[in-house]
């Protein structure tokens, strides 16, 4: 009774018989001492704030252990939140630095690519863009560049053949390589 009018000799008793057993229990759901310490503090202080709510009927131990379960319990959910939002950071980090060196390996191999294209004679580099840039089939560039399906073909399979050798020459075939096993990791 004496609790509840605010004694605080009676307080001192209630810490004093009750704050081991709080810490220990506080102590083997968080793995903290600190944290587990901290805990019983704030248990302690809530039952000594709301002492005018306790029933003096009931034992205060199981309120004790109630609020300090709640309070531990909070603390390892915001602690699952903070590894789950660490977690979900790195991943989002991950894909945005994925995403950039795609774009960089892809600029240039473009750049490469276009280079080796200046090597080209015209009709070949024309039918080359079509084909690989525009997505055109043999029959939609003999259309537009009014030549025959074999000519198209013919273009194509020589722009292949000069770049893979342009490619071959300058090993940009080992960094293609490369750069795509980097990519799939």
């Given at each position: 009774?004496?609790?509840?009018?605010?004694?605080?000799?009676?307080?001192r008793?209630?810490?004093?018989?009750?704050?081991?057993?709080?810490?220990?229990?506080?102590?083997?759901?968080?793995?903290?001492?600190?944290?587990a310490?901290?805990?019983?503090?704030?248990?302690?202080?809530?039952i000594?704030?709301?002492?005018?709510?306790?029933?003096?009927?009931?034992?205060?131990?199981?309120?004790?252990?109630?609020?300090?379960?709640?309070?531990?319990?909070?603390?390892?959910?915001?602690?699952?939140?903070?590894?789950?939002?660490?977690?979900?950071?790195?991943?989002?980090?991950?894909?945005?630095?994925?995403?950039?060196?795609?774009?960089?390996?892809?600029?240039?191999?473009?750049s490469?690519t276009?280079?080796?294209?200046?090597?080209?004679?015209?009709q070949?580099?024309?039918?080359?863009?079509?084909?690989?840039?525009?997505?055109?089939?043999?029959?939609?560039?003999?259309?537009?560049?009014?030549?025959?399906?074999?000519?198209?073909?013919?273009?194509?399979?020589?722009?292949?053949?000069?770049?893979?050798?342009?490619?071959?020459?300058?090993?940009?075939?080992?960094?293609?390589?490369?750069s795509?096993?980097?990519?799939?990791?």
């Open positions: 009774m004496a609790f509840r009018k605010g004694d605080e000799t009676a307080f008793t209630v810490f004093d018989q009750n704050f081991k057993k709080m810490y220990n229990f506080s102590f083997k759901l968080l793995k903290n001492r600190e944290q310490e901290e805990v019983v503090h704030d248990a302690l202080m809530n000594w704030i709301n002492r005018e709510r306790i029933n003096p009927e009931f034992p205060i131990a199981p309120y004790l252990y109630t609020i300090t379960r709640r309070l531990a319990l909070n603390i390892l959910r915001q602690m699952a939140t903070s590894q789950k939002t660490i977690d979900q950071l790195w991943l989002n980090i991950e894909k945005v630095t994925n995403n950039t060196e795609e774009a960089i390996l892809l600029s240039d191999l473009q490469f276009e280079a080796a294209l200046i090597h080209l004679p015209p070949q580099q024309i039918v080359f863009k079509m084909s690989r840039f525009e997505g055109l089939n043999y029959d939609e560039i003999a259309v537009k560049l009014n030549i025959s399906r074999n000519t198209v073909k013919n273009h194509l399979v020589s722009a292949l053949k000069t770049l893979k050798n342009h490619f071959n020459q300058s090993d940009v075939s080992y960094f293609v390589l490369i795509l096993s980097l990519l799939k990791k």
